[in-house]
């Protein structure tokens, strides 16, 4: 089954120590993206992924890091996380990036609270 | 920046209605548009995809319509069933510039049985 993965689907931590949410899609899609949902501002892009080794900022990079290794994962890193990411993140996967793609996959959502 | 709205946050229709949902944007040049539901502690699922080129795509008892002059999508949606109950999200894809999708914040949308 086609599908993106993420884990944990739930965490609560505290500030300030590092935390890694997976993520993995099963399709052989090139572009991959982590994106935050907060109320009132809809989806807002943190960073995305041409391909393996390729990344670059969304609109809202700050305070976070990702990686692209391999194909399949694209982890999103909160080094020194803070309450003002707390969110609900997802992560989304296409065959090529936007615009010229058709459907993007999502991920079930992560939500992490910060304390 | 390309802004997208949509109008209204929430809606609440009894079942069978026919209903509209609305997406603007303010930079009309788009590459294409996308429509997506989005159930409660789950992602998004992609409905219904319009090129730049297109008027309208259907899938079923959904159809999406795009005015690119005017800057506004509609997703119609007949005869609506409680199973309909989700948020739906616009997402723009820019002809320029970044690689990304715009989204909008979405209509909250619950039919009743």
């Known amino acids: 089954e086609a599908q993106v993965t993420q884990n944990p689907r739930y965490l609560i931590t505290v500030t300030g120590k590092k935390l890694t949410v997976t993520c993995s899609q099963n399709?052989?899609?090139?572009?991959m993206s982590w994106y935050r949902q907060d109320p009132g501002l809809g989806l807002r892009q943190i960073y995305y992924s041409m391909n393996v080794e390729v990344t670059d900022k969304g609109d809202v990079p700050e305070g976070y890091k990702v990686s692209r290794k391999e194909k399949r994962n694209f982890p999103l890193i909160l080094e020194s996380p803070s309450p003002n990411q707390t969110s609900l993140y997802f992560c989304?996967?296409?065959?090529?990036?936007?615009?010229?793609?058709?459907?993007?996959?999502f991920g079930e959502g992560s939500r992490l609270t910060v304390l | 920046k390309q802004e997208v709205t949509q109008i209204p946050a929430a809606l609440s229709v009894p079942e069978g209605e026919n209903l509209v949902l609305n997406c603007s944007f303010t930079d009309s040049a788009i590459y294409n548009l996308q429509w997506f539901r989005q159930d409660p502690g789950k992602g998004l699922t992609s409905l219904l995809l319009?090129?730049?080129?297109?008027r309208e795509q259907t899938s079923g008892r959904l159809n999406a319509s795009l005015d690119k002059s005017s800057g506004r999508s509609t997703l119609y949606i007949a005869a609506s069933q409680p199973g309909d109950s989700a948020t739906y999200l616009c997402a723009v894809g820019q002809s320029t510039g970044f690689q990304k999708l715009v989204f909008g914040t979405g209509t909250r949308l619950l039919v009743s049985p």
């Open positions: 319009i090129q730049s080129s297109q």
């Open positions: 399709m052989n899609h090139e572009y």
């Open positions: 989304a996967s296409s065959l090529q990036a936007p615009p010229n793609t058709g459907e993007l996959f």
